[in-house]
């Protein structure tokens, strides 16, 4: 079997609040993302998967355990090397607002994210037709807060793609937005995925976004992994008890039969 993309082994990670108390945010977790697969990790607010998945991206360190990126120990590399390899693996946020900067118009994001720096505005203007800001050519220009959220989170996933990531860590990208600005942003990632053979670790506590979404799941409570497998095996016969909360959770459009 080759090696995941993204092994996350044994990782650990407590903080400590304003009062002194330690919090365990996330357990011993282990868990592998592989070449072109979708994992979702789902759970509550407060379950840590936020935490887990800044471990992952080399933001945060572990307390205990190891982040592995196609084989390389993240842990044991030099600034420069780590910054080299995190290339691989990008990540979008939740709130693009605040993770675009304000002052720099659309082209000048896209062009900071570019290596080639000569040719950043025809690979710029492309990025920005990749994801549905057509033409591309009139965003350039703008600054982010001209832009609506829908739009603003596109500009985020160009700015991700920019870097030609084998990896992207999305922490609850769909959350805030409406319905149907959800539904083309979880369309535009599964035809990113199809194009591109991009692998995704998506972080969100909607059960319906990872049925919708992922090869696999993950379940998280209380720092814990307590399930993963299959997304229609976990999420059509979950075996644990919170998995079951979960899922019976989800809104129901199924109407009685009439009689």
Known sequence: ??????A????????????????QAVRSVSLEVAEGETVALVGESGSGKSTLGRIALALLPPDQGRVLLAGANLG?????ELRARRVAMQPIFQDAS???NPRRTIGDLLAQALRRRDAARDRGIDLLDSVGLRPGSQYLARFPH?????????????????????????DEPLSGADVSIRGQILNLLLDIKRRQGVA??????????ARAFADRVAVMQQGE??????????LDAPRHPYTRRLVAAVPSLDFPAAG
């Open 1 to 6: 079997m080759p090696a995941p993309l993204l």
């Open 8 to 23: 996350l082994e044994g990782i650990s990670r407590s903080f400590r609040r304003s009062g002194g108390a330690v919090v």
């Open 76 to 80: 044991e590399l030099s600034a420069s």
């Open 98 to 100: 605040a993770s675009l």
């Open 146 to 170: 001209e832009l609506s959220g829908g739009q603003r989170q596109r500009v985020a996933i160009a700015r991700a793609l920019a870097m030609e990531p084998r990896l992207i860590i999305a």
């Open 200 to 209: 995704y670790l998506m972080i969100t506590h909607d059960i319906s976004i």
């Open 225 to 234: 992994i307590v399930e993963i497998g299959r997304a229609d095996t976990v």
